[in-house]
């Protein structure tokens, strides 16, 4: 396999700890009284509020469950006016990414002056004001090892992109037996998010040796467990195993990132409230197929890593991926999330503007490209 270059330089960055495996939500307690940490801000959503009593916390607790989807420029505003209420030693991210996402922002900006508008970007959020641990609940976005925040902006329906390293989680508890029981629908949706991480930094034009064990790794976890963990909500190994490849996949976003594939799939999201993942499951085996001219041997790997017949030619990638998809229980057609043909044309346009992760896609799209996507996947 070709791309990966030893010599290139490349910024490592990961929680400071990490706690993984069944039960270990139960350290949480112990980390907040080492540092006494005693007035604390749960971001969650109204399904998990009802289990933040499993956190065993003491001490003052404020909790903004106000989250009904992805996180947008609203639910930020109020999570804000909360926080600077509350004034936080902690701020506890408890779900999926959305929770984790509002989380790292309810970290840093409450009381510094600074706006959401002021810190879009790399590298602008000037200082961080409370503790932060991050507790996933499902198994895809990684958010918990990652510096990236992602809201969708109310008034333009665009994604706003917040990296810092002052939002780096100080410890990420994952525990899979808090994802048991998990419907299959979202069981899916997010191992193929999970999945897309690890597949678009593999064949990023920035991979590198030190994500590409991650990254592959975190495919092939995803190839064995996410058919097991979708048809029984009940097994601990396959919960696990999905857990370790989202903490994979979130590995891979922070020093490669993801490229065409989440692209593509924004503006389903941001304009038509299609859940991440679900869009992610969507949008892959069309992105996969028209990146494998540039990226054959490492899209044969993919494959191979799934389980499936390990080919190259565009044609035969598709329908691979395609069928794994679909067999999984994924919806692959816009039609089924209400999205007419007439949209097709602005979403093209608002993908093909998402350059910090174009960019980093092997073959260029064009915006004409992204159109012919969303006309296949009509």
């Known amino acids: 396999m070709t791309m990966s270059d030893l010599s290139q330089s490349i910024d490592l960055v990961r929680p400071a700890r990490i706690l993984f495996g069944s039960a270990s939500i139960a350290g949480i307690a112990p980390w907040l009284d080492e540092r006494r940490a005693s007035r604390v801000l749960i971001v969650t959503d109204a399904f998990n509020r009802a289990r933040v009593g499993l956190l065993g916390l003491k001490g003052v607790l404020t909790v903004y469950d106000d989250l009904q989807g992805e996180p947008d420029t609203d639910d930020l505003a109020r999570l804000i006016a909360l926080a600077e209420s509350a004034r936080p030693d902690v701020v506890i991210g408890l779900g999926g990414g959305s929770a984790m996402d509002l989380a790292k922002l309810a970290a840093v900006l409450p009381g510094s002056g600074q706006t959401l508008a002021d810190v879009v970007g790399p590298e602008k959020v000037a200082r961080k004001g409370a503790l932060l641990v991050q507790v996933p609940t499902t198994a895809g976005t990684g958010s918990e090892a990652g510096t990236r925040a992602l809201v969708t902006d109310r008034a333009t329906s665009a994604k706003w992109a917040v990296q810092s390293l002052h939002m780096l989680a100080d410890l990420a508890v994952v525990d899979p037996d808090l994802a048991l029981g998990m419907p299959r629908a979202l069981t899916v949706a997010t191992g193929v998010d999970a999945l897309a991480h690890c597949v678009e930094a593999f ?158 896609n092997p073959r260029e799209l064009s915006e004409a490209d992204i159109l012919a996507i969303y006309r296949a996947a009509a």
């Open 203 to 360: 064949t990023n034009r920035k991979a590198h040796p030190t994500i590409d064990l991650y990254a592959l790794e975190g495919i092939q976890l995803v190839g064995r467990w996410l058919a097991r963990a979708a048809a029984d909500a009940t097994n601990v190994d396959a919960r696990a195993g999905m857990s370790l490849a989202s903490l994979y996949g979130g590995f891979c976003l922070g020093p490669v990132n993801t490229a065409a594939g989440h692209a593509v799939a924004y503006p389903l999201g941001a304009r038509h409230h299609v859940p991440h993942g679900a869009a992610n499951a969507l949008i892959f085996p069309h992105v996969l197929a028209f990146n494998a001219p540039a990226v054959p041997e490492r899209t044969a790997v993919i494959l191979s890593a799934l389980g499936l017949p390990a080919v190259t030619d565009p044609a035969a990638v598709f329908a691979a991926a395609f069928g794994w998809c679909s067999d999984l229980g994924c919806e692959m057609t816009l039609s089924a999330f209400g999205i007419s043909a007439d949209d097709l044309p602005r979403m093209a346009r608002e993908a093909h503007a998402i350059r910090r992760l174009l960019d980093n």
